[in-house]
């Protein structure tokens, strides 16, 4: 609360920077904008950037930086017996963070008590430290960026370049998040691969990660063959996308082309609330409706089908992804210029002929970037497996069967009391990176593909 007020005030304070800096370049100008190199409006927003963003910079080095070093000055009051590592120290700082907050713990000694209210004072020392700090920024950045306003400074080339350095640092973020993600995928993985076999794990047939807690323990088999998951994966996938994809294309190939603008006002919206529906909603429909049906489907034509199926899965996910195929194809089909339409009617072409010859191959770079973030959707989809395929990892080509996804497994590895440091725990990352190959090969050939066609129509 205490950090949302002072960003509020920060924000005040800039407003009232805003308006005196464009008094001040008025001022300066004898009145007239004319006589100054930039607009005012640009002399008020070079204001607002020297009073808001070092305040604001700071604010986001102290909620990154502070908490640690609080909890570095209350554990080094504690005792030395209490100050080790350890399921101690964290209940003892979980009563003492209760302290704090107001609320009361019965069980809370005097060590707590003292170390809460040292906790209290630290906490209001820093945001009273904090917030001289912005105000002294805030006002001296703008005092700083009040005196450089002149005739000939160039506040616009100033404001300018203080949004490329945001804009960069936001992109810098991005760059960063991601090679985060890579680096703590590839370190776990390898971690894992010290203790597993790399030709195991891609080509073991047999899933069956359950290590041994303790040297007498019995039925834990600890067999890493991923195949099994790999193949569920783009079974349940495959048949996502066999129902999404047509359904999809066609869907907005008529809302593009055919449908009338109130037809298209009416289905484009009810076709996107498939899109907003949670997705344990699809989870329950499919194991309570999609399943049953398919199983009595099959018990009439003799077939052997299991309660859990990939076919059932693959049928309601291939439903909740149809949104995502037709709204991106129905945009990018409706960004085709206009033009070519004309051109190709004019020469005769009628109007089937003309989506299939000109509308559709150059509007084709959309379409697959529609069906890979549909291929995506499909791949990471997690609940919908969980209730309606099951947790077999079942190496089979068969639909009616029972599968498993490598996404599921993975949840079902982090779960539990398993330590950290196993196999078992560190095979959840091993999957994480090679899902995350994948996906960047499947990138690569969408983008090929997309370049390859789009060199026809530029």
């Known amino acids: 609360m205490f950090i949302i007020l002072l960003i509020a005030f920060l924000l005040v304070l800039s407003s009232v920077a805003y308006r005196v800096g464009v008094k001040r370049a008025l001022s300066v100008g004898g009145g007239s904008a004319r006589a100054l190199h930039s607009l005012p409006a640009y002399h008020g927003l070079y204001m607002v950037c020297w009073g808001l963003l070092p305040a604001l910079a700071l604010i986001v080095v102290y909620l990154s930086v502070a908490p640690t070093l609080i909890e570095r000055t209350i554990v080094a009051s504690l005792p030395l017996e209490l100050q080790a590592e350890g399921p101690q120290r964290e209940l003892l700082l979980s009563d003492i963070e209760s302290l704090a907050v107001g609320d009361v713990a019965s069980q809370a000694g005097e060590v707590a008590r003292q170390a809460a209210e040292l906790l209290k004072s630290v906490r209001h020392r820093s945001m009273m430290g904090l917030a001289a700090i912005c105000l002294v920024l805030g006002v001296g950045g703008a005092a700083f960026a009040h005196r450089r306003i002149e005739l000939q400074a160039p506040a616009i080339h100033r404001v300018e370049g203080a949004v490329k350095a945001l804009l960069f640092l936001a ?157 991106i194809s129905d945009d990018v089909i409706s960004a085709v210029p206009q033009g070519l339409r004309q051109a190709s009617l004019g020469l005769g072409a009628t109007r089937s002929e003309t989506i299939r010859r000109v509308v559709f191959p150059a509007a084709l770079p959309g379409i697959v970037g529609g069906l890979l973030l549909a291929v995506s959707r499909a791949i990471g989809e997690t609940m919908i497996v969980t209730m309606a395929a099951g947790l077999t990892a079942n190496l089979t080509a068969n639909p009616l069967e029972a599968v498993t996804t490598v996404t599921v497994q993975i949840v079902t590895l982090l779960v539990g009391d398993q330590e950290f440091d196993s196999a078992k725990t560190l095979a959840a990352f091993a999957l994480g990176l090679m899902l995350f190959l994948v996906t960047l090969i499947f990138n690569v050939i969408a983008l090929t593909v997309v370049r390859r066609y789009r060199e026809q129509y530029d």
Not at 231 to 246: D, E, F, N, R, Y
Not at 251 to 280: C, D, H, N, Q
């Open 171 to 327: 992109s810098l973020v991005a760059v960063v998040t991601t090679l985060g993600i890579v680096l703590s995928l590839v370190f776990e993985a390898f971690r894992f691969f010290g203790k597993v076999s790399v030709v195991e794990f891609l080509c073991g047939r047999e899933w069956s990660p359950q290590t041994a807690l303790r040297a007498d323990q019995v039925g834990s088999s600890g067999t890493f063959g991923a195949v099994p998951l790999f193949a569920g994966t783009l079974l349940i996938s495959g048949i996502a996308m066999l129902v999404a994809a047509p359904i999809g294309l066609l869907s907005a190939f008529y809302m593009a082309e055919y449908a009338k603008p109130r037809t298209r006002s009416m289905l484009k919206p009810l076709l996107e609330i498939l899109a907003g529906i949670p997705t344990v909603v699809y989870g329950f429909f499919a194991a309570l409706t999609v399943a049953p049906a398919i199983r009595g489907w099959g018990e009439q034509w003799g077939l052997d089908v299991a309660s859990e199926s990939a076919m059932a899965a693959g049928l309601v996910m291939g439903v909740m992804i149809i949104p995502f195929v037709s709204s």
